[in-house]
């Protein structure tokens, strides 16, 4: 059963047209992650989940409960949603102590004293913070208080967890840690999560699925490997990590499934897997870095091989980043091992190759 | 990590104690009430032919067509054009520059000065008033050496006088509203200009003081008008000498006509009305909505500035010192002084004359009667106030309410309205709706009603201030965990504007403690404030017990300081130490 459905969402504020029906749904214990660059309109679509913005447009439910419904004119306040939320900023409120901000949400509820005192503290043991619960915000380093953010956004078993780019605030290596962290916290405690990042590579490590966003437009949703491998445009391609993007005309129709390209930078042939194209189309290739096989050996020949010059190296700890050049048409290539100029083979994979549509 | 078993936290729903819009919707009621109370039985009050309590009224302009054709009118209104022209215009001037002075040069004291030229906004103006006129006025200590001695023909008692102490009150607001601009400006486009090879006088000329025009055109327009609601200036100086201002002739007509609260002074009091709120919509248009939020107090500006020199540092810093001395110490001094003799001449030495006497007197009878009354009236005003005011901004700034956005306009709106319209206006309002009005017309509420909602506005600028510096996601937190919107303004948003809470309470209490205007019109026996009780004894030629209560408001105000400043001080190591 599909938790969170957004359908046909649109918002405008004033000329800019902030969300342009956007529709995708977060299944039962699933982690979905909405990714875009910066004023793509992650927070909008948050914000109108929560109920704390009012969309133009469309429809949100939860499970069996409308939260939005322009139609039916139906709008559940943000306190009657039962969601949990955690806040770029954290939002920890400073009068309060740690124990203080988690038991607020309980002490909405009313529950009994002790009921309250143990859950807060399981709470807090559970996001590692038993021992701060004496401390005030202003006492915890920002790692801490994002743990305490989300302890107040687990301590009432919300449906479902909402998180608005949780860990843009930590430095590279807290962040890391953080990603694994919530990652096991969400797999063991089988939370519906709604994560927002303009980071890949957080998308890419934490999400059971992507929806990439720009410009307050759907692009795509998939697994990360989806829309890594096979991203639906240029656009999805290049956000997620590099890509080589090669134009090229189609020369010979498919035949045996591969199909054989001109490329524009340099006029060589080109072969890849798949096909269904006529003659003469123009097509853009999308080829991640890491896919080309290089080799120092000069007299290696065959399907899409070609000299090219080394340009530059630069190192990067685990592997190499290469600037080629194969007679004029630039080519980004990464690798583990180090090869020397002036010149090397490089090998382009049909099946590295995908066709964007233009 | 720690495996718990991850049940929901409760079956129950929340339970909503108060409906959300019901409470904004009431709140919002009682602003408006609030706000129109005091206008719109004055309004109709000035189009009937009799007082709006006695019988056989009829609808008639009379009163408008008695008022323009009485020339006493005239002379009044030109009075308070002359008087407000010349406040105005000279307020603006020192004011000005002695902000640039204290915070774009090195001025000797600059810093000191940059907090004493704003100390004199909290002092009573009843207070200074009276102080004034025991140093500068007839018969004052000092009249005698500024006239002869030092050759300045200083009369207070006329219209230019008077304008020389408006401007010595006014010129603490100017200094405020650009010192503010000034420390918020770029100190860079000045550093800009000198590296261009300007010298720095003309760097003043040409950067600051241009820079500085929105501002001054503010606070023109804002002691503009302040001035021609003046009241307690031409009542204790002017109007014995025949010179009145509007605001005086009104009261006078209304305190000596034949027949009791005629409906010429009503008349008079809308066109009143209508001139401020006509100036508050100008300088509005003029400012756009920014420049009402001026932030009171600011850094002191990067050291150094423009270098005067040695010499004139000195010399400038000096004329600081005099003006001060001259405008705000010396005549609290005098006042201080007046309170402890028995008789106020400058012929015998005052240590001949000394006496507790005035002291004595104001413990006893109505005096004391009237600083408890005050006391009273300022701590519920300024209590009720607060709590009105800050669940008024929480409902403009933190809800969805269908008419939030006309409250920012409802509660800026009192400052417009002058105070002896808020106090004519209540009259006709207890008498028009009784019950309740009645009852607040024959016990200190209805005057605490009337100087409480003189000072929403103040309290409005620090509540609309301090919401701006709480992220909106404070709220957004408590909501998504389930609290409405009252649980979550009045458990989240209020203890984190706890400081801000307490410094409106300060500056309320201050205000309404100081205020007077309005209780002219609404004070009845038994019931008197302090304001009033100094006016009347005033006018009767008492001056030493005038002088003591004149001191024990300056103390009070002091000691509502210093606590003020402690309880922040509480604040900030609690949040420290906590
Ligand atoms: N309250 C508002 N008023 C006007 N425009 C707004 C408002 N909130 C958002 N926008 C606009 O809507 C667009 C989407 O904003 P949104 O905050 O959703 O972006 P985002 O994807 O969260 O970006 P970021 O990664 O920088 O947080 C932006 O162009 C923004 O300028
Ligand atoms: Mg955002």
């Not at chain 2, 009192?414 to 209540?426: C, E, L, N, V």
């Not at chain 2, 506005?457 to 509540?463: D, W």
Request: hydrophobic residues 50%; proline residues 6%; neutral net charge.
């Amino acid at each position: 059963m599909p938790e969170i459905t957004v359908e046909r969402l649109s918002k405008s504020f004033g000329q800019e047209q902030a969300l342009k029906n956007i529709s995708f749904s977060v299944h039962d214990k699933e982690f979905l992650t909405l990714l875009g660059p910066s004023g793509c309109g992650k927070t909008t679509t948050l914000m109108s989940i929560a109920g704390f913005q009012r969309p133009d447009e469309g429809l949100i439910s939860c499970g069996d409960r409308t939260f939005f419904d322009r139609a039916a004119k139906v709008y559940l306040k943000a306190e009657d949603r039962n969601l949990g939320m955690v806040f770029q900023s954290y939002a920890i409120w400073p009068h309060l102590t740690v124990f203080g901000n988690v038991a607020f949400p309980l002490r909405i509820r009313r529950m009994k004293k002790d009921a309250l005192r143990r859950r807060v503290l399981e709470t807090l043991d559970l996001v590692e913070m038993g021992d701060y619960a004496r401390r005030y915000p202003h006492e915890l380093s920002g790692g801490q208080q994002q743990r305490v953010a989300l302890a107040r956004a687990l301590v009432y078993a919300p449906a479902v967890l909402l998180l608005d780019e949780p860990f843009s605030n930590l430095d590279a290596k807290l962040r890391e840690r953080a990603r694994t962290w919530l990652k096991h916290l969400q797999a063991e405690l089988g939370l519906t999560t709604l994560f927002v990042t303009h980071d890949q590579d957080e998308a890419l490590s934490l999400s059971d699925r992507i929806v990439v966003m720009d410009e307050g437009s759907v692009l795509q949703i998939g697994t990360p490997e989806d829309i890594y491998r096979r991203p639906a445009t240029r656009f999805v391609a290049e956000f997620l990590g590099h890509c080589n993007i090669l134009p090229a005309r189609v020369a010979t129709a498919t035949s045996s499934g591969t199909t054989g390209l001109v490329l524009h930078g340099n006029g060589k042939p080109i072969t890849l897997s798949g096909g269904d194209r006529a003659a003469g189309d123009e097509v853009q290739l999308a080829v991640r870095p890491e896919a080309v096989e290089l080799t120092s050996d000069e007299s290696a020949s065959g399907e899409n091989t070609y000299r090219a010059e080394l340009r530059s190296v630069s190192f990067l700890g685990d592997h190499y980043v290469y600037e080629l050049g194969i007679d004029g048409l630039a080519l980004t290539v990464t690798d583990t091992r180090l090869f020397v100029g002036p010149a090397v083979t490089v090998r382009i994979p049909p099946s590295a190759c995908r066709v964007l549509p233009s | 990590m720690s495996s718990v078993s991850y049940a929901p936290a409760h079956g129950a729903r929340v339970r909503r104690l108060v409906p959300e819009t019901g409470a904004q919707a009431a709140i919002w009621a009682v602003v408006l009430v609030c706000v129109l109370a005091p206008v719109l039985p004055l309004v109709y009050a000035s189009v009937q032919s009799k007082p709006i309590y006695a019988a056989g009224r009829v609808f008639t302009l009379a009163p408008y067509r008695q008022l323009f054709t009485d020339p006493a009118f005239w002379t009044a209104a030109l009075n308070t054009l002359e008087f407000a022209a010349i406040t105005t215009a000279s307020s603006v001037v020192l004011g000005g520059s002695f902000a640039v002075l204290c915070s774009r040069t090195d001025v000797y004291g600059r810093r000191a000065y940059s907090r004493l030229f704003i100390a004199p906004i909290v002092l009573p103006p009843l207070g200074v008033i009276l102080g004034w006129n025991a140093l500068y006025g007839p018969g004052g200590y000092a009249h005698d050496f500024v006239n002869q001695t030092l050759h300045i023909p200083l009369n207070l008692t006329s219209v230019p006088g008077m304008a020389v102490l408006g401007t010595a009150v006014a010129v603490p607001v100017v200094f405020l509203v650009c010192q503010a601009t000034l420390s918020g400006a770029d100190s860079s486009l000045e550093n800009a200009a000198r590296s261009t090879g300007a010298p720095p006088l003309s760097v003043l000329g040409r950067i600051t003081v241009p820079m500085l025009r929105p501002a001054l055109l503010n606070a023109g327009l804002l002691v503009f008008t302040l001035s021609i609601e003046s009241l307690g200036i031409p009542l204790v100086l002017g109007s014995p000498q025949g010179h009145d201002f509007i605001a005086s002739y009104l009261f006078n007509t209304w305190s000596s006509a034949f027949t009791p609260d005629p409906p010429v002074v009503s008349a008079g009091a809308t066109v009143l009305l209508a001139c401020a709120c006509a100036l508050l919509l100008l300088r509005s248009k003029l400012l756009g909505d920014q420049a009402r939020f001026v932030s009171v107090g600011g850094r002191s500006g990067p050291a150094g500035g423009v270098q005067l020199g040695t010499w004139l540092r000195w010399v400038l810093g000096a004329i600081l010192g005099v003006y001060l001395l001259a405008t705000a110490f010396a005549p609290i001094a005098a006042l201080a002084l007046s309170s402890v003799v028995s008789e106020l001449t400058p012929l015998i030495a005052p240590w001949h004359l000394l006496t507790l006497g005035n002291w004595w007197e104001i413990a006893h009878g109505t005096f004391a009667h009237s600083i408890l009354n005050t006391v009273e009236i300022a701590v519920v005003g300024g209590l009720l106030t607060t709590l009105v005011v800050a669940l008024a901004t929480a409902v403009a700034q933190r809800s969805r309410f269908r008419l939030r956005r006309s409250l920012p306009f409802m509660l800026l709106f009192p400052r417009a309205i002058p105070g002896i319209i808020i106090g004519i206006g209540f009259f006709w309002t207890f008498l028009l709706v009784n019950p309740p009005g009645g009852a607040l017309r024959n016990s200190i509420w209805g005057i605490m009603l009337a100087l409480s909602i003189r000072s929403i506005t103040l309290a409005y600028f620090v509540m609309s201030s301090a919401f701006g510096t709480v992220s909106e996601s404070m709220d957004h937190a408590a909501r998504a965990a389930g609290a409405s919107w009252w649980t979550s303004t009045t458990r989240i948003a209020f203890p984190i504007l706890k400081p801000a809470l307490y410094a409106s309470f300060i500056l309320l209490f201050i205000s309404i403690l100081n205020d007077y205007d309005p209780a002219l019109f609404l004070v009845t026996p038994g019931h008197e404030i302090m304001g009033v009780t100094m006016l009347d004894a005033e006018q009767q030629g008492t001056i030493g017990p005038v002088a003591a209560l004149a001191m024990v408001q300056v103390a009070i105000t002091i000691l509502a300081i210093a606590v003020g400043a402690r309880l922040f001080a509480a604040q900030a190591r609690g949040k420290r130490n906590a």
